[in-house]
């Protein structure tokens, strides 16, 4: 039928065709962006009702039949949904908490509830001291449990460096500003203890933030980075114990790490340090470049005899220890 048309009206229909399905598909996405729209409006603004039931602590060790831990694991997978319900809904978590307190009383030895606990109730919520005394809360019930998780020992450390200290330091801030402005001099000595306090305070948060930071870098699967908690201590002027967690991490360490850690070093006046890092790390090389740095930091170098290079040489290993030992007595 359109071979019979002539050219221009054949080219005319072909575009109004085109246009028309041009704009129905523009029509469909619009409608389809304004749907969900409405549809995140009506999750955010609805009340959800709840359907489920928490039975007491007792009922639910009693109901269990010594199958606790089974029982735990099935409530775990049940807070997963509650809390993915209301996160993608109001973001009002009324009973996660009671949730997880229930899991716990069922079996609290769930090494992965603590990090997921302490985490979780910190989302879709204003981040202030009372979320972050519940987040804590969760991380050190979980270090009673498992003390060697590093994950615990940094989440802790990262609520207090970096959530609780800018709050402090906003704090000061307000009463240093209106320590300026006032004029009466009692209420400004009033003021004057009150920022002493806070920044009391604050070196206590400070310190306790590193050192935790500094025990979950000893720690598996804690996933701080040495660099990072050295350049901690070195904005916190604490050099010494910056170049002491360095030599102490440097061996651990990738090689881009290393490099950043000697840089920081040699920046901060440690030049002479960072060169014995690099030196031991070459004589490691050397001497043993088959095992581990870890190993042969443990094992010493040969020039130091703390392995001997014969059999013959170890009655000399002893008498270097022992004289050793009559050294620091004598000393001491």
């Known amino acids: 039928m359109l071979d019979t048309l002539p050219h221009a009206a054949r080219s005319r229909l072909l575009g109004v065709a085109l246009f028309g399905v041009l704009l129905l598909g523009a029509a469909g996405t619009e409608y389809g962006r304004q749907s969900v729209k409405w549809a995140r409006v009506s999750m955010t603004t609805q009340a959800q009702d709840e359907t489920m039931y928490l039975p007491s602590e007792l009922a639910l060790r009693l109901s269990s039949l ?4 089974f029982y735990a694991d099935m409530l775990f997978i049940q807070a997963h949904a509650y809390f993915l319900r209301h996160f993608f809904g109001d973001r009002i978590f009324t009973y996660l908490e009671t949730y997880i307190d229930r899991i716990r009383s069922l079996d609290p030895d769930i090494p992965e509830l603590y990090p997921w606990a302490a985490k979780v109730v910190r989302y879709g919520q204003t981040i202030d001291e009372p979320t972050l005394a519940r987040s804590n809360r969760f991380a050190e019930l979980g270090l009673e449990r ?4 590093g994950r615990l020992y940094a989440h ?3 609520n207090k460096y970096f959530e609780l200290r800018p709050m402090l330091l906003d704090a000061e801030k307000q009463l240093s500003e209106r320590i300026g402005k006032t004029a009466d ?3 400004a000595e009033a003021l004057q203890r009150q920022l002493a306090e806070q920044r009391k305070q604050r070196y206590e948060l400070e310190r306790s933030a590193l050192v935790e930071y500094t025990i979950a870098a000893m720690l598996p699967r804690s996933g701080v980075d040495p660099v990072f908690l050295v350049t901690l201590y070195l904005k916190q002027d604490m050099v010494d114990a910056a170049t002491q967690l360095a030599e102490s991490l440097y061996f651990d360490t990738t090689p881009e790490q290393k490099a950043s850690l000697i840089a920081r070093l040699e920046v901060f006046g440690q030049g002479d340090r960072a060169k014995k890092l690099k030196d031991a790390e070459e004589r ?3 001497e043993m470049p088959y095992v581990d740095e870890g190993l042969y ?6 020039k ?7 059999w013959d040489q170890t009655g000399q290993v002893f008498d270097e220890a022992l004289k050793a030992l009559e050294k620091q007595a004598g000393a001491d």
């Open 156 to 158: 802790v450390a990262f």
């Open 304 to 310: 130091d005899l703390t392995v001997p290079l014969r």
């Open 66 to 69: 010594g199958y606790g831990p």
């Open 146 to 149: 498992f003390p060697d998780d």
């Open 297 to 302: 930091r443990f094992l010493g170098s040969a």
């Open 284 to 286: 490691h090389l050397k």
């Open 185 to 187: 001099k009692p209420l």
